[in-house]
């Protein structure tokens, strides 16, 4: 189900029109359990505005770190990644 939702992100239409948005994680040191709902928001005002969210639990979590902000941002890819 991951590939998904990486293969949505992933594409040209997502990189101009959408944002991916951390609404919320969790951490629990003792199960080792880490869960991340993230939310797709289409940000074109011409179209039909579409809403998603996402589960995302991962099992065996050491640590977690990186997630500061809210706002995923786009990055620009290089043509040989």
Do not use: H, R
Request: net charge negative; proline share 2%; with cysteine.
């Amino acid at each position: 189900m991951i590939d998904v939702l990486i293969d949505k992100t992933n594409t040209e239409e997502f990189y101009q029109n959408c944002n991916l948005i951390l609404e919320l994680y969790s951490f629990n040191a003792k199960t080792k359990i880490a869960e991340f709902v993230v939310s797709i928001n289409q940000v074109s005002y011409d179209e039909f505005v579409e809403y998603e969210e996402w589960k995302i639990t991962c099992k065996n979590t050491e640590k977690i770190k990186g997630f500061d902000f809210d706002l995923f941002m786009p990055y620009p890819k290089n043509e040989n990644s």
